[in-house]
């Protein structure tokens, strides 16, 4: 799953061309749900970064608590919330770390999910409107989830997926046929993702020292294949 995110400054325009910032990217070294975070969605035919809470929360919905903060991209019809959004609000989380916690026999180890070469990623995600006032309009979000590559899989069973940023503008495009947006929601290649421990501070949401996010141990990562 995606309990915390880390999200250094990004090079945004370099990552997106012709992406407009409206606000400042959101970065924290432990970020949790039930707090803002950056999104891009488009906004007349042109991507943005907007600020957004993490819990999908349509318009409809009674109890904030209720709010999910991720969806599984197998089950995206099985709630009107997920369906209604895929359909026509998918969005983008830009980040550069995802914490994940692996079982061990003296409590969990948590682990920093990063690109192998430490770049961006950029998440898939859904977003919806929600009033907070009579003349307001807030956005929220959800990740989407997939299962994790082999590799990972002893970390965690699933993963926010990944989309290329080749890929971003198609993602973005409520015009995109479902099955094509469908077929980017699968598990980042083996050569993509790797992992590194990092220090027990980030169990608790209330530590933002970026050395929460400082590897403790080597990377965990696919090797490139021998050449015979």
Not at 24 to 29: D, N
Not at 126 to 143: I, K, V
Not at 166 to 173: E, N, P, R, V
Request: glycine share 6%.
């Amino acid at each position: 799953m995606a309990g915390r995110l880390h999200i250094a400054p990004i090079d945004l325009p370099r990552l997106l061309p012709g992406l407009e910032i409206d606000e400042p990217l959101l970065s924290g070294a432990n970020l949790a749900p039930r707090q803002g975070l950056s999104m891009i969605r488009l906004d007349a035919g042109r991507p943005h970064l907007r600020r957004a809470f993490w819990g999908l929360t349509p318009p409809w919905l009674k109890v904030l608590d209720h709010a999910p903060h991720c969806a599984r991209a197998e089950s995206l019809d099985e709630r009107k919330m997920f369906a209604e959004a895929f359909s026509a609000r998918r969005c983008l989380v830009p980040v550069t770390g995802i914490y994940v916690w692996r079982a061990m026999p003296r409590g969990k180890q948590p682990y920093l999910v990063t690109r192998a070469d430490r770049g961006p990623l950029l998440l898939a995600g859904l977003w919806a409107r929600y009033h907070t006032t009579l003349s307001a309009f807030h956005d929220s979000m959800a990740l989407i989830t997939v299962a994790a590559p082999p590799l990972l899989a002893p970390l965690s069973d699933r993963l926010p997926a990944v989309i290329d940023a080749d890929q971003a503008a198609a993602w973005l495009d409520p015009a995109t046929p479902l099955d094509e947006a469908r077929a980017m929601l699968s598990p980042a290649s083996r050569e993509l993702l790797g992992a590194f421990p990092v220090s027990r501070r980030v169990n608790h949401p209330l530590n933002q020292e970026w050395a929460c996010g400082h590897p403790t141990g080597p990377m965990l990562r696919s090797q490139p294949a021998q050449e015979s």
